[in-house]
């Protein structure tokens, strides 16, 4: 089984998700967790630097986090993905959903 970590930090603007390891069939319910308990309350910026794999499931969680984030006017932010997410975002066409941003400074 792969192994997932996601940390947190909460300031007054967002939630900052630290996440490393791989979102799959096996891990992303951890994922869901931490993204839906934080996007309905703050912006969510996911630092997913240290991902090695991005399933569809975790895209589809990305997807779903993201419209209901819109209704109450929070965003999710993509902080340095790795090329691995670059890849998985790119190929689904959903690049223009999410914004990337390479510092939390970027975050409005």
Not at 33 to 49: A, C, N, R, T
Not at 57 to 74: K, Q, V, Y
């Amino acid at each position: 089984m792969d192994n997932l970590v996601i940390t947190e930090k909460l300031n007054d603007t967002f939630v900052l998700l630290t996440v490393s390891g791989s979102i799959n069939s096996y891990t992303y319910h951890e994922f869901e967790k931490k993204v839906y308990g934080h996007i309905k309350e703050h912006s969510v910026v996911l630092d997913v630097s240290r991902i090695t794999n991005l399933s569809s499931s975790g895209l589809g969680i990305l997807m779903a986090a993201s419209e209901d984030g819109d209704e109450l006017n929070n965003k999710i932010y993509i902080l340095n993905p790795s090329e691995v997410v670059k890849l998985a975002i790119a190929s689904t066409g959903f690049s223009e959903v999410f914004p990337v941003i390479h510092s939390l400074d970027e975050v409005k």
